[in-house]
């Protein structure tokens, strides 16, 4: 017979879940904003998302939800609103702001879903060594790019997109900021980055800040080396 859980552990688990269920609200909000062209807006609540993402992962360890609460998966209820937050809601930001020309518009955004779903279906998605197989499910990133740093024209943003979902199914390995070991500095400081230079650009719209939009720059394309790195080179010397 299982260890048994005090009332007290039992509500600080539920309220766990129920704070990884929230996250749904933050996605609906941003279909919302996004339905109103409100895109900085809807980027903010996306940004709530990830960062809920982000902590109840540590929390659920915290305060052992597993063991508390075996009768709930606190990893299926990610799965719904990872898609729905990394997908679904990215998916339509790119399709409503228009920076890609119709009819190509909905067919990037048909793209986006149904190679997102089949990755989300596949083994492996993590190596053992925590590492991103393929691109990782992060299209919400990529509608911040699209929509907030670059200006890319139609084309290019379609061909963008077309080349993340191939890589979707390469096996280039990604790095996963907060587990992958190799340059763990580097990464975290890198995501610091990103997140700081996010923050500032979204904070200052409509107005430029070349800091911030230097920082977002900058901190893709550590995360490109750092991909090239380790599926050529790293395993290899």
Same mark, same amino acid.
């Given at each position: ?39 900085? @807006? ?21 305060? @052992? ?5 075996? #009768?709930?998966?606190? @990893? ?74 670059? #200006?890319? #024209? ?34 975290l400081t890198a995501t610091v980055v990103f ?12 107005? #430029? ?29």
């Amino acid at each position: 017979m299982g260890k048994p859980y005090t009332t007290c552990q039992r509500a600080q688990a539920w309220a766990v879940h129920l704070f990884t269920a929230s996250g749904i609200i933050t996605v609906f909000m941003a279909m919302v904003e996004g339905t109103q062209h409100n895109y900085t @807006k809807a980027m903010w609540w996306l940004l709530a998302a990830q960062v809920i993402d982000g902590v109840d992962g540590t929390l659920a360890r915290r305060f @052992k939800v597993t063991e508390v609460l075996p #009768e709930m998966s606190g @990893k299926s209820i990610d799965f719904v609103i990872d898609f729905a937050g990394y997908a679904i809601i990215p998916a339509f930001l790119i399709y409503q702001a228009g920076i890609i020309a119709s009819p190509y518009d909905l067919w990037a955004a048909f793209l986006i879903l149904v190679t997102s779903a089949v990755y989300y279906g596949k083994s492996g998605m993590i190596s053992e060594d925590y590492y991103f197989i393929g691109f990782p499910v992060m299209w919400n990133m990529v509608a911040f790019y699209l929509l907030f740093v670059f #200006e890319w #024209e139609s084309t290019i943003n379609l061909l963008f997109i077309i080349i993340l979902a191939v890589l979707q199914f390469v096996p280039v390995k990604f790095a996963y900021p907060s587990r992958t070991k190799r340059w763990r500095a580097g990464n975290l400081t890198a995501t610091v980055v990103f997140i700081v230079s996010m923050v500032g650009l979204l904070w200052y719209q409509p107005r #430029e800040m070349p800091v911030f939009w230097w920082g977002s720059v900058s901190s893709l394309l550590y995360f490109g080396i750092f991909a090239i790195l380790a599926t050529f080179w790293f395993d290899r010397r």
